[in-house]
């Protein structure tokens, strides 16, 4: 079989797959398992049919439906003025659409197959339609504008594209959205190459440069906001447009995290959240750092080529993650196809470019080998991947055609779905984005092949200037392979090419596991697919191998000529968990054999080979025996220095996979201390940190080996470099990190590590210095007089008043600096405010069910909303409301049983049967001698709190564990305060147990009022 041939029948058969939804496949994406469908899951998009959610807009229509429970669909609305306008009515069930029934089918496609029908027929779509209590029905005819069918070449040669971007045009044209959505709708209208949208592109920028400042830092923002700019530049030549580009630049240089990219702001490093990075947010940067460069602008070298070799890696090892991490599996939210377009700029410079091409046409079709994961994504609910699909799959219109076409035309139901009767675009099936203004990302697939945009490959400018990048960025020669978009000969010889999506069902992905007896398909089968173009294909078939145990093929797959296969086997034996790093079901080292071994030494002597093969080598050592560990340490250790995190973390999983035996670990550790404090990157060094507190069971701390892992965590304390400014977040979390483990270790050792801290206070940022101190306070009733009351006055003279120090600076950590104080003056701290005692205090209460019009589904699990009140209630948080028939009794009230993880308060008085609750109390006080106020809350959903008439908390979520939440009061609401009585008041509900229909609601409430007096803090010196 030759490989166009192979090619064009491997898509032609996903276009039969797609279309033909009833196909005998499951897909890759996140669909639901559920009885309700009678077809296979091959679009991770489709309702669930557990809950409530937003279908959308139907396409050009006008109507706009809502998924209820069971998949039905419930009439929401009519658009005026569309089609649909006045031919249905709000709560009606739409069942089908031209006589086929949308029962047990994913309804997007459904409804998006019937558009795509009627605008290249007759425009007529006749809705199946039921009353709203079911007992009738009718059918219901909309007539849409005939537009005529796609081009079998579409958006290419087509007149139905062609009508779709001047509609969509005009549309935008006219839009006044920003952030985001205003940079997608400028680079739309630039990418039709109609001259006539420049003057709005050029309005809305030069608005934009008036006031840098009020863009604020927000990396979505000024990534998208400034390709825009720099593409107008490009096609223009306008130079009013250069000031902004420059501060975008510059404003990224200044705000860069690790000079590698971007959290969700410029100018943030928070390790604990993505590792400190935002890798969706950050990649429009990179793009618009490159396009700068070639608008002739001065961007700083060092940020520029550090953000594009740190995206550059991700090429051909899997999805690109969410943060600072590995690859991911199949399906990236649109980040594979984000960094296909820095490929793209970077493949526009001057010299050998090759690398870059070859990274672009890489990630370019793991976009398209994603599509089971069409429209769905982590928190945008798939907006990312929207907004990316069409510009980055295009690039592969030239090099595979076949490919791109049936990608293209699989998806064609979606693109016709998510259109407007404006002209405009949605987003079908996003949750939190299928609105007009993010839909410019869709048109932005019709007009991709138009190459009329730097990223979608348009001609080099009149206005550009030369730059150059570097013709080898990460890797050797070698890596250069996991590049390749063609599978490895004997995959293409055995001539399977099924559709992706059925291979990585049947193989298991990241998150899923095999769908088949891996022993039931032919070892043949398994064994080429370690052979696929695709990583995570790839990976999986050396996973499903390890799990069959057939390590023989496995070890032939490590001396494979192609570097991908023997990666392939190095993933297997480690069960490897892309960003999660190794997983559980690694290989033992009994089942290492010697030739296993040798090859792996070999990989790592080689100095050709792969680095990403030397990565998976030294995963693979750590499973190996610790005496063949430290035979090899002089082929392990150069590694230990590498340039690259991922094969840091290797090195040092494979040395203290070593110091497991006793004998061995006094010649480990050291090695292994050095490389910990050095240790810059989050993942990696949260690794090391772990697998230090692992090893550390092993051996009792007051053992030789015990004392030196304990000097281990204090040399880290000691010598982790911390930045200063906003980047001091990385090296202080390391540093917070690794006392923690220290003082878990051996709390005895607490003294020392608090001492070496000590010095490095002023370095440490506040919160991670309040994890240290409530550790310390933790552990003090384990330590010995003598050592106890020397770390009180550590903790008291040092500790608290660096926490004063902070407080006069104005962050604020009352409860730290309240309980180092307690150490000293046993009276400091928090009181209850009210001359009664919170316990003693009697509630006034009521409940009630909502009206029919707020009612909301039991299966939603946050359900706190505002809701009409009972008739006479709607003052009820006023003090002079009279609540005399409302019952009463003490806090907490509840009903049912709030409990999660074994952790319970008992009711005291019962809710009632409503869902919503509403409570007053009065407290009285003989003083306002006070200068911090807050409300600490049991509430098992949202609430609001008012005092004496007065709005002073709420929230709208669901507090999952039970517990007293502290919640500070402003200083501007401190004001309501009053000597004598005082009322509080408090609006809360309950839940259905589990968000289970037919289960008990759950519902707990109780409030108290805590002060401080500064002084309380302030007086006591230290000694």
């Known amino acids: 079989m030759n490989r166009s041939g192979a090619a064009i029948r491997r898509w032609g058969g996903i276009l039969c797959v797609v279309i033909v939804t009833a196909a005998s496949a499951y897909g890759a994406g996140s669909a639901p398992t559920d009885d309700y469908y009678t077809e296979p899951p091959l679009f991770g998009l489709r309702p669930n049919p557990k809950t409530e959610s937003n279908f959308g807009v139907v396409g050009v229509t006008g109507l706009k439906l809502k998924v209820f429970p069971g998949v039905v669909l419930k009439v929401q609305e009519a658009l005026p003025g569309t089609p649909a306008d006045g031919k249905f009515n709000k709560g009606e069930i739409v069942t089908g659409i031209n006589g086929l029934a949308h029962k047990g089918r994913n309804p997007y496609v459904v409804f998006g197959e019937a558009l795509t029908k009627a605008e290249a027929t007759d425009g007529i779509l006749v809705f199946d339609v039921a009353s709203v209590d079911g007992k009738e029905t009718r059918r219901v005819e909309v007539v849409v504008p005939v537009l005529g069918a796609y081009s079998p070449t579409w958006p290419v040669d087509c007149k139905k594209s062609q009508a779709v971007v ?171 196809g984000m960094v296909a377009a820095i490929m793209q700029i970077a493949s526009e410079a001057k010299g050998d470019v090759g690398i870059y091409r070859q990274a672009r046409n890489r990630l370019a079709m793991s976009m398209i080998d994603s599509y089971a994961s069409l429209s769905t994504g982590h928190a945008d609910d798939g907006r990312g991947d929207a907004i990316w699909r069409g510009i980055s799959s295009s690039y592969l219109r030239d090099i595979k055609p076949a490919a791109y076409q049936s990608h293209q035309s699989s998806i064609i139901w979606w693109y016709d779905l998510s259109r407007r009767p404006s002209g405009a675009f949605g987003i079908s099936s996003c949750q939190s984005f299928d609105d007009e203004a993010s839909g410019a990302a869709l048109a932005l697939a019709y007009t991709a092949p138009l190459k009329t945009l ?31 978009t063609e599978s490895g000969r004997p995959y293409v010889d055995y001539g399977l090419e099924e559709p992706i999506h059925i291979t990585a069902v049947k193989l298991g992905e990241m998150y899923s596991q095999p769908s088949v007896k891996l022993a039931e398909l032919p070892k043949e089968e398994i064994l080429n697919n370690a052979h696929h173009q695709n990583y995570v294909i790839r990976a999986q078939a050396g996973k499903s191998l390890r799990q069959l ?48 071994l040798a090859s792996l030494r070999k990989m790592l002597a080689d100095p050709e080979e792969s680095i990403y093969v030397v990565d998976g080598a030294l995963m693979v050592m750590s499973c ?64 090391m940190t772990q697998r230090m507190s692992r090893l550390a069971k092993n051996y009792k701390p007051d053992s030789e080996t015990g004392r030196q892992i304990s000097a281990i965590f204090n040399k880290a304390i000691e010598m982790t470099r911390i930045d200063t400014g906003f980047r001091d977040g990385a090296g202080g979390f390391y540093v917070k990190n690794d006392f923690l483990s220290g003082v878990n270790f051996d709390p005895l050792s607490s003294l020392e590590l608090a001492k070496s801290l000590k010095k490095r206070l002023p370095e440490i940022r ?31 003279a040092d500790y608290r008043q660096d926490l004063i120090r902070r407080m006069e600076a104005g962050d604020m950590q009352l409860d730290a600096i309240s309980s180092l104080t307690q150490l000293k003056e046993k009276k400091a701290g928090w009181r209850d405010l009210g001359c009664d005692s919170p316990e003693d205090r009697v509630w006034q209460f009521t409940s009630f069910e909502p009206q029919a019009k707020d009612f909301l589904s039991p299966l939603e699990g946050k359900r706190f909303r505002n809701v009409a009140l009972p008739e006479g209630m709607e003052k009820w948080y006023m003090p002079e409301f009279d609540a005399g028939k409302w019952a009463s009794g003490k806090a907490p009230i509840g009903k049912g049983e709030f409990i999660k993880r074994g952790v319970k308060f008992e009711n005291r008085s019962i809710w009632g049967d409503g869902e919503f609750l509403l409570a007053r109390s ?34 709208e979520w669901a507090r999952n564990p039970p517990q007293y939440f502290k919640i500070d009061i402003k200083p501007d609401q401190m004001k309501h305060f009053k000597l004598g009585t005082n009322v509080i008041a408090v609006c809360a509900n309950a839940a259905y147990k589990d968000n289970k229909e037919g289960e008990p609601l759950i519902g707990q409430f109780d409030i108290r009022v805590e002060g401080l007096r500064k002084l309380d803090l302030m007086a006591a010196s230290p000694e």
């Open 166 to 336: 001047k509609g969509a045009a005009e549309y935008y044209a006219k839009s006044e959205k920003g952030g985001v959505e205003g940079a997608l709708r400028c680079l739309f209208l630039l990418s039709t190459g109609d001259d006539l949208h420049l003057p709005v592109v050029k309005a809305y920028l030069n608005k934009l440069g008036a006031n840098v400042q009020a863009i604020g830092d927000c990396t979505w923002i000024r990534g998208y906001s400034g390709i825009a700019c720099a593409e107008y530049y490009l096609r223009t030549g306008d130079p009013s447009v250069l000031p902004l580009l420059k501060h975008f630049c510059d404003d990224a240089v200044d705000g860069q995290a690790y000079g590698l990219a971007w959290a969700h702001g410029t100018h943030r490093c928070n390790p604990n959240y993505m590792e400190g990075l935002m890798n969706p947010a950050s990649a429009q940067l990179v793009t618009t750092l490159l396009l700068a460069r070639e608008c002739g602008i001065d961007v700083d070298e060092k940020a520029l080529q550090g953000s594009l070799k740190y995206f550059y890696r991700f090429a051909g090892h899997g999805a690109v993650p969410y943060g600072e991490h590995r690859g991911e599996g199949l399906g990236s939210n649109g980040k594979d």
């Open 454 to 484: 730097r990223i979608t490959g348009a001609p080099r400018s009149k206005y550009a200037a030369d730059f150059t990048l570097p013709a080898q960025l990460w890797g050797r020669k070698a890596d250069l392979v996991f590049l390749s």
């Open 549 to 596: 145990g057939a390590f023989d093929e496995l070890e032939k797959l490590m001396n494979d000529k192609d570097p991908r296969a023997r990666r392939a086997a190095l993933d297997g034996l480690v069960d490897y968990k892309y960003w999660f790093f190794m997983g559980p079901e690694r290989i033992s080292n009994d089942k290492v054999t010697p030739g296993m």
């Open 624 to 687: 190996v025996s610790p005496s063949n560990i430290v035979e090899s340490l002089s082929l392990i250790t150069p590694w230990t220095i590498y340039d690259e995190w991922w094969v840091r973390q290797s090195a040092f999983t494979a040395l203290a996979a070593a110091a497991e035996d006793a004998s061995l670990a006094p010649k480990i550790l050291p090695m292994l201390s050095e490389i910990l404090w050095r240790e810059d990157r989050p993942t990696a060094r949260g690794t």
């Open 766 to 796: 506040t919160g991670y210095l309040v994890n240290v101190v409530e550790s310390l306070l933790a552990v003090r009733a384990k330590l010995a007089d003598p050592v106890r009351l020397e770390l009180d006055d550590m903790l008291y």
């Open 922 to 955: 009065v407290f009285n006080l003989d003083s306002l001698d006070f200068d911090y106020v807050r409300i600490s809350i049991l509430a098992s959903q949202g609430y609001q709190v008012y005092l004496n008439g007065n709005k002073i908390s709420e929230f």
